[in-house]
């Protein structure tokens, strides 16, 4: 009997299988899913992702774009109010190696503009007529670092050396930004800046003639720009004498009450003579001024309000 029922079992095995074979020749599969001809991501890796290295490289480039004479202009002349929107948050604050600290807006669009060269602001007709990003990392939405070289070259239309090549300024830099893209904080150094002022004016720091020339330069533009309230002089002569008796300095360390720190401020008497004449006065207004070393370059919680060796690191 149990042999016959194992028999049984096994026949019965046998027809229902057919019977599933002979139902799926049969029945059209008009409801079955097509096959695809390659597998669909997973759903949440099709959200749109931002690009944020490619946003954070567009807002250097433009602030970089904006130093190439003669695209500086608007803001020279207007300052702050013709920064474009979305470059620089209104509380951005950040650091030039060698030049200083800037500790608001109106310091740094300064610095980054201002502080370009207009031709027919310097003996050699020199100014920044373009540039190149050559390295450039941001592996989160925050943080940024970057090497940009500056291009130069004479601006001095009609004459025989208009468009005659100059030495190149590099900018090495680390940036912050806030969630919308513009530059919050930023650590920046400029190498060899003083070669690059010598070999462009001609200028030697150790020979009597070019410092005395740098001196009167800037005693003049400070009695021009610097009047009324501002005044830091009762005449050229009075200046000449003064500074004479200080440090040259060198352009590898602006910082200091010397010569050097000077005639970067003077330049920025055209824009706000207001804060910036009394930096070439005597007493130099608390920027031109001597400091500790570890003062100007490691101050930064001061700076950027958070201990040393956060504000640049991704979160």
């Known amino acids: 009997m149990f042999r016959l029922n194992l028999t049984f079992v096994a026949v019965a095995w046998a027809l229902l299988q057919a019977h599933l074979i002979l139902i799926s020749v049969t029945i059209p599969q008009a409801h079955a899913w097509p096959t695809p001809t390659k597998w669909l991501p997973h759903f949440k890796s099709q959200r749109p992702q931002r690009d944020y290295a490619r946003r954070n490289l567009k807002t250097i480039s433009s ?3 904006l130093t190439v004479y003669p695209n500086q202009l608007p803001i020279f002349q207007a300052g702050g109010a013709g920064v474009p929107n979305g470059l620089f948050n209104k509380n951005v604050v950040g650091r030039v190696d060698p030049v200083g600290n800037f500790t608001d807006f109106e310091e740094s669009v300064e610095y980054f503009f201002a502080l370009s060269p207009l031709p027919q602001g310097n003996p050699a007709k020199a100014a920044i007529t373009g540039y190149q990003i050559t390295e450039f990392s941001s592996q989160c939405r925050d943080v940024a670092a970057s090497v940009v070289y500056l291009y130069c070259s004479v601006v001095n239309p009609g004459c025989a050396d208009h468009g005659k090549p100059l030495p190149p300024l590099k900018q090495v830099a680390f940036w912050r930004f806030d969630e919308h893209g513009a530059v919050l904080k930023y650590d920046a150094w400029i190498p060899n800046l003083n070669t690059w002022v010598e070999s462009t004016t001609a200028a030697n720091a150790d020979d009597p003639q070019s410092r005395a020339s740098a001196i009167a330069q800037i005693c003049g533009a400070t009695q021009t720009r610097c009047q009324g309230p501002n005044a830091q002089w009762s005449s050229v002569e009075e200046c000449m ?33 207001d804060v910036h004449c009394p930096h070439v006065g005597p007493t130099g207004g608390g920027k031109c001024v001597d400091e500790p070393y570890p003062a100007n370059y490691f101050s930064d919680k001061a700076l950027y309000g958070q201990p040393t060796g956060e504000t640049f690191m991704c979160d």
């Open 63 to 65: 602030i970089y774009n």
């Open 241 to 273: 004498t003064a500074l004479s008796q200080k440090s040259y300095g060198s352009y590898d360390e602006a910082w200091g009450d010397n010569i050097v720190c000077r005639s970067i401020h003077v330049v920025l008497t055209q824009v706000r003579p």
